[in-house]
């Protein structure tokens, strides 16, 4: 049978998704759950759309969809259906689920005039509903909106760069809070130089394959702007030549780029957390195999000793897991009973070992398993075991949603083992050790080297070197936790996607980011217990030690990338990613939750889609206008000047450029401001190189003339080849 659970008779706002899923149940004849059979949501109403049509119950036997209201769909009743696929016709009624949700009246936008402009003109928007704190999206460009009217008249400026010569049909629609509007087209001429003049901290974003002078920078002349040209999109990190052109003045000199100040971060403060290396390169390995690989069937070139189950060796273990689509979850395994799994025996992840695992812990969350061969002492596992049970795993959830529960047995299974030690032999120390990972090969249960759930692999203690790099029992301990919750993440989201949804696996940047996000969450909440001088060893040290190894890392990889504009992307990774490239990541990442909130970062977990594409759709913003205003919040922090608005900051939680500050203080980083953007003067050309999703700040000022035009395109003149997605940002500062 197949029951509603939650979601039934919630109102929606056309044009918003419902703000909660729909969830229904499967059970047996017995009335127990089942996982892992697919359920299809489905709705004949052209007002709904569904963001997953068939996914598969969790262990608890829930299946979750989110519903969306078309824009401008009519008030009341919207009927979901959700049935069990492959029910036989008698069984049908039991087999069917009805949700009802009440439709809400959302912005409508009825009209826009004038139906063609230019640049610089003024559009007037009427219609209903059009607010709360309305925003305005002409050609996928968000411009501030004025209500003229109440929530019934706006108007709104057509931005430069829509289109290149004659009239370009664009789109224009309104989102107010969480619900859009329906589009309405408009013919836009771009009009050269035309525009009013930007107010103080208003970010305009253009883009286009021909940048050439419909950015016009306006204001009292010495008014500056940061100006940061940059390439939208996820292709390979290939370095692009580029030229930025200052109209005005006499002048025809040249401004690097890239132009180091200082000394990078890590001369200083890498050092300490460069073991990180080799962990780092085996989980992006791991990302990068799981996006590729099929939900079922195997590579090739993997080779596995054969399956391994769940292991009964003591009256009280229950039955061994089988496939979770076709069984129902089983009991739960005894303290001390032992199991079978799977590891992997190289750097390479193409081969496994088979180990025992002891079961140490049985909590609220999690089974933690410890190796037959050695590692923690008891001690050491009865602080470990309620950490990762409790707070961890509690606040790892609330953030990105529940695991799959692909073995049926509630919880997320720990096996820490000196095989993951072992992976870094002793010979092989420098670039550090493996202190756990996921990989989605055991949410393939026909896989070879499966091990058929939900499963983190930790390392041990091992202060003699015995199994591999000698590893000190406290820096195995505190290394666990940080590394437990980035992989949790990846767990999450893999299975969200690929199993529950049968979508594709996140884009590696993205994946990494979340995870790098998930730690940091970890340490602000730490941070926040612990306010200065208390749970410091040392009272002037910046951080809590419990925050340590969650937020060190990530300040010193955004430290790091802010550092080397036009290096290293955020969507684009170098191989498995650099340090840079991952704290890109997580300063995206971060930003992203702050301007959007919490939900935005559970509907990217909580989804089929990837990459660019999948934060789309959870911010309900295209995604070049978007990064646009990321990558000015970025080096906004390197310019003086207060008063800037949520949107501009980098973290709202956290004052990053106050922190670098604290750390240069220290000697941990080289300098206060890890890059200030090179100014370039009237008649000048910036000239460099960077690869898509990197950045390249600059600073612009206005010219005599109270207007000054730029031009961004190929060094030597070009056109950018097809595909390039090329894009300027600017925003002008106060005085």
């Known amino acids: ?79 979901v259906r959700a049935e069990l696929a492959g029910a036989a016709p008698a069984d049908s009624l039991g087999a069917v689920a009805r949700f009802t949700l009440i439709v809400a009246a959302g912005p409508a936008l009825r009209a826009v005039s004038p139906a063609a402009a230019a640049t610089g003109d003024t559009l007037t928007l009427r219609g209903a509903g059009l607010g709360p704190a309305p925003t305005v999206f002409i050609g996928g460009v968000a411009v501030p909106a004025v209500a003229a009217a109440g929530d019934t008249l706006l108007r709104a400026v057509v931005p430069p760069c829509l289109g290149s010569g004659g009239a370009t049909p664009v789109a224009v629609r309104v989102l107010a809070g969480d619900a859009g509007s329906v589009e309405h087209l408009v013919r836009v001429t771009e009009r050269p130089g035309a525009g009013p003049v930007a107010a103080v901290w208003q970010p305009l974003v253009a883009a ?81 195999r799981d996006r590729f690989a099929p939900l079922a069937g195997r590579p090739p070139s993997v080779r596995a000793p054969g399956p391994a189950a769940p292991t009964a060796r003591t009256a009280t273990t229950a039955a061994a897991t089988t496939a979770a689509a076709t069984t129902a979850a089983p009991a739960v395994p005894a303290p001390g009973s032992t199991r079978e799994f799977q590891v992997y025996a190289t750097l390479e992840a193409r081969t496994f070992v088979r180990v025992t695992g002891r079961l140490r812990h049985v909590g609220a969350h999690v089974l933690l398993y410890q190796d037959e061969a050695g590692g ?153 217990r612990f306010p200065a001088p208390a749970g410091r060893t040392d009272p002037a040290q910046l951080l809590p030690d419990s925050a340590q190894g969650y937020l060190r890392v ?91 608005p949520p949107a501009l900051r980098l973290q709202q939680g956290r004052d990053l450029g106050a922190t670098f500050a604290a750390l240069a203080a220290r000697g941990s980083v080289s300098a206060p401001v890890p890059y200030g953007p090179p100014l370039v003067a009237a008649g000048s050309t910036a000239t460099g190189t960077m690869p898509p999703g990197a950045l390249a700040p600059f600073r612009v000022r206005v010219g005599a003339g109270g207007a000054t035009a730029l031009r961004f395109g190929p060094r030597d003149g070009a056109a950018f080849a097809p595909g390039v997605r090329p894009q300027v940002a600017a925003v002008r500062l106060p005085r």
């Open 1 to 79: 049978t197949l029951r509603v659970l939650a979601g039934d008779a919630q109102p929606v706002r056309a044009g918003a998704v419902a703000p909660a899923p729909l969830e229904a149940v499967a059970r047996d004849a017995a009335g127990a759950a089942l996982p892992g059979v697919a359920v299809t949501f489905a709705t004949a109403d052209a007002r709904g759309t569904l963001g997953d049509t068939t996914v598969r119950t969790d262990g608890t036997g829930v299946a979750r969809a989110r519903v969306w209201a078309a824009p401008g769909a009519a008030p009341g009743p919207l009927v």
């Open 208 to 288: 286009g394959p021909g940048l050439d002078g419909c950015l016009v920078l306006r204001g009292a002349p010495g008014d500056e702007y940061l100006v940061v040209p940059h390439f939208v999109g996820e292709g390979p990190p290939t370095a692009l030549s580029f030229a930025l052109r200052v109209d005005g003045g006499g002048g025809g000199g040249a401004v690097a780029a890239v132009a180091h100040a200082h000394a990078p971060a890590h001369a200083h403060a890498r050092h300490p957390d460069a073991p990180r290396g080799t962990q780092a390169r085996f989980d992006a390995l791991l990302r990068a």
């Open 376 to 528: 923690f002492d008891d001690g050491d596992l009865a602080r470990l075991a309620p950490l990762l049970d409790g707070a961890l795993y509690a606040r790892t959830v609330a953030a990105f949603g529940p695991p799959t529960d692909l073995d049926g047995n509630g919880r997320t299974v720990v096996l820490l083992t000196p095989r993951l030690n072992a992976l870094t032999p002793g010979a092989t120390c420098v670039g550090g050790t493996v202190a756990g990972y996921f990989t989605g090969v055991d949410l393939r249960p026909g896989e070879p080297g499966s091990n058929r759930g939900e499963v983190f692999y930790g390392s041990v203690a091992d202060p003699a070197g015995r199994f591999g790099c000698p590893q000190a029992t406290a820096t195995a301990r505190a290394a666990l936790p940080a590394t437990f919750v980035h992989e949790l993440q990846h767990l999450i989201s893999y299975g969200q996607h690929v199993v529950a949804r049968a979508g594709a696996a996140e884009a590696v940047w993205l994946d990494e980011g979340l995870s790098h996000y998930a730690e940091s969450l970890v340490g602000d909440w730490y941070d926040a």
């Open 554 to 644: 990530n300040l010193f990889n955004a430290y790091d990338w802010l550092s080397f504009p036009g290096r290293a992307s955020v969507t684009a990774y170098h191989d498995v990613g650099t340090f840079e490239e991952r704290g890109a990541a997580w300063l995206f990442v971060r930003w992203l939750a702050d301007r959007h909130g919490p939900a935005a970062v559970l509907r990217l977990v909580q989804s089929g889609r990837a990459g660019t594409r999948n934060v789309a759709a959870a911010t309900g913003e295209a995604f070049g206008a978007l990064f646009g205003q990321f990558a000015l919040a970025a080096y906004l922090d390197a310019l003086p000047g207060a008063g800037r």
